[in-house]
């Protein structure tokens, strides 16, 4: 099932990315400018944005079976209706439908996943689920491209189509059925249609500024949205149970951390759509050279997420931010340099450079972000999160290419129409330059919240997570320099068995414990063949422990000490911390904030607590059952001892 799960998201991913190929050949077969086609890209993610508040509502009424049938046809329909496409507005319906279909699939999978696979193997699916999602960006434009200069668009989008009917039927047989849902999930029609007049008409507003210059019906369509968007928030603050939970916005930092997403986010698709019209449109290459100008970059930010995510563990977000922020400035700023001899050679090292600073932006921005809020509102911070992005990726988008349009119609009185387009691209990219540069600002001065800060400030320990409420804060480490001889000082003054080893910058490098101290001890200088022999040289044992001990109390204690640390953030739940202490075979294990070392929880800390809990909840169960025996008239029963006791079930 799960298999089928993905290969359908696959196939709706995948069609994110290829129609930014196409758009050269669908301004040339339909005779319109680049803020006009632009909508097949913006268009897309709006719907796509529109649709991740309201998955929540049918995953919740609907079993994934029907759920994913539907969405997947609804998505072939929009397939074959843009395959089709007579006309660029058929086109369009085409690419909206299949958004609506699109936008409901990778949401409820990764329910599905969260629900299917236990705590302890979340990491593992996931981590493949991100894999599949990364590997569909990065070939959708190259085979794009082939397919493009092959064939056409059209034969694209029937490919697409024939994919996602083939996923259909598999998934009938695949996909257990379910009985039907009964849900009191409710549905706020009108913060639907509030949210899709705003958006809507905003994009159509900004992009009509790009096609026909300021306009009267330009400027209404935005000010219609900007008032039905002010209709919607307000709504949604009002209600108990809102479409999308913006109250998460009034976090600070939650704040920040997704407007420097969004930032990021109109930087990272207006330039997927501005190079392929350079490329092709503008320098005469094919659309495959286009797509393959584009893959390493989608490559490397593919592969740099699990990495960026350990660098983010080990060093916290506000390096990997600030590089990856001031870097994405830089190379943007330098996409506005580019001229009619620029080389393929140069643009594909440019984009892929740019694209791994990317890299270190997204996930560290969007953690940091997210580790500010209660358990409770992570759930609507990540919908409040995806949904602002995906529109920022669609306004940024029409705005960049409105400005390429603009620019691009003002240099035609001067000069001629290849330089007055090469103008008007790098003029869109020094705008998104100027938005990346806005970001960096913001990452430099707000993104400097460590842990200790965070302590610092909650002086009520109102914010702190289940795990910093009962794990030991006060850690005991050992600085790199530090000889044997100093830590079983310490080990000894302090009553523990083991210590974190903490470079310069505070950062953990390794573990020393009595185990290490052991093991050394325990080695035996010589390798023997006879059993007779080994026997015979027992007696010496004593002598060479004596001379193994002398010989190691001056040694540093990284030369015994495990190399690297295993630990757990200070975020993750107990399911987490207990799977990491029993597949390493630990008592203890350090709890890390930002890279740095904030705690140490151990098994006992884990048990106690449980116990705790236990027993006081079974105290109030007890309470309230006396209570209820008592109401009724049973207090004339005499109860036997044993049954007043908290079982241990």
């Known amino acids: 099932m799960l298999a089928v799960l993905m290969f359908g998201t696959f196939t709706t991913v995948l069609n994110q990315t290829v129609v930014t190929p196409a758009l050269p050949s669908v301004m040339g077969e339909f005779g319109i400018d680049a803020a006009t086609a632009q909508w097949l890209t913006t268009g897309f993610t709006l719907v796509n944005a529109i649709m991740i508040p309201i998955t929540a509502y049918l995953t919740d009424r609907f079993s994934t079976r029907v759920l994913f049938v539907s969405a997947m046809g609804l998505f072939t329909v929009g397939s074959l209706l843009a395959g089709w496409s007579p006309a660029f507005a058929v086109l369009l319906a085409g690419r909206l439908i299949q958004a609506a279909g699109a936008g409901v699939l990778m949401p409820m999978v990764m329910t599905v996943l969260m629900r299917t696979f236990p705590a302890e193997r979340r990491g593992s699916a996931m981590g493949m689920f991100g894999l599949v999602i990364a590997f569909a960006p990065a070939v959708g434009p190259t085979v794009a491209g082939l397919v493009i200069d092959h064939a056409s668009y059209h034969f694209m989008f029937f490919a697409i189509a024939a994919l996602s009917a083939i996923v259909i039927v598999i998934s009938l047989f695949a996909v257990p059925k379910e009985p039907a849902k009964k849900s009191d999930a409710k549905l706020d029609k009108l913060s639907v249609v509030l949210s899709t ?45 809102p479409m999308l939970n913006v109250r998460v916005l009034s976090n600070r930092r939650f704040l920040i951390g997704t407007i420097i997403g969004m930032l990021v986010q109109g930087a990272l698709l207006a330039a997927g759509v501005l190079m392929p019209i350079y490329l092709q449109s503008l320098l005469g290459y094919s659309a495959t050279v286009s797509g393959l100008v584009i893959l390493p970059g989608a490559v490397i930010m593919g592969a740099m997420g699990p990495i960026a995510g350990r660098l983010f563990d080990k060093h916290g977000p506000r390096v990997l931010s600030i590089i990856g922020t001031v870097g994405l400035a830089i190379f943007t700023f330098a996409f506005a340099l580019l001229g009619d001899d620029t080389s393929v050679a140069y643009l594909t090292v440019l984009y892929t450079v740019r694209m791994f600073t990317l890299s270190l932006v997204n996930m560290p921005i969007t953690t940091w972000a997210m580790n500010s809020l209660p358990d409770e509102l992570v759930n609507h911070g990540t919908s409040v999160n995806n949904t602002l992005r995906q529109v920022a990726g669609s306004l940024g988008t029409a705005v960049l290419v409105s400005v390429n349009t603009i620019v691009a119609n003002q240099q035609m009185t001067v000069t001629d129409s290849l330089h007055a387009s090469i103008h008007g691209i790098n003029a869109a990219f020094f705008v998104g330059g100027i938005l990346c540069t806005i970001g960096a600002v913001l990452t430099i001065a707000f993104v400097r919240r460590n842990q200790k800060e965070v302590a610092a400030k909650d002086t009520n320990n109102e914010h702190r997570t289940l795990l910093e409420s009962i794990m030991k804060h006060d850690v005991f480490s050992l600085p790199e320099s530090a000889t044997v001889v100093d830590a079983m000082r310490m080990f000894t003054e302090k009553g523990i068995s083991a210590a974190p080893i903490i470079n310069t910058e505070g950062e953990p490098v390794g573990f020393l414990s009595d185990g290490d101290v052991l093991r050394f001890l325990s080695k035996r200088s010589k390798i023997y063949m006879d059993p007779v022999v080994m026997i015979m040289q027992t007696g010496q044992d004593d002598q060479d422990f004596n001379q193994k001990l002398a010989h190691l109390v001056h040694r540093n204690i990284c030369e015994i000490a495990t190399k690297g640390i295993i630990g757990v953030d200070v975020h993750s739940s107990l399911p987490e911390v207990c799977r990491v202490l029993a597949e390493n075979h630990l008592k203890k294990v350090p709890v890390l904030s930002d890279g740095h070392i904030v705690g140490v929880i151990n098994r006992s800390d884990i048990t106690q607590y449980s116990m705790k809990m236990y027993l006081e909840h079974e105290g109030k169960q007890a309470l309230q059952q006396s209570g209820a025996a008592n109401a009724s008239g049973s207090h004339d029963r005499t109860v036997p001892a044993e049954q007043t006791m908290f079982p241990l079930r």
């Open 197 to 241: 007049i705003g958006f809507g008409c905003l994009l159509y507003g900004l992009s009509a500024v790009g096609s026909y210059g300021v306009s009267v019906d330009a400027l209404a369509a935005a000010l219609i949205g900007v008032v039905a968007l002010v209709l919607f928030f307000r709504r949604q603050l009002k209600m108990d149970e």
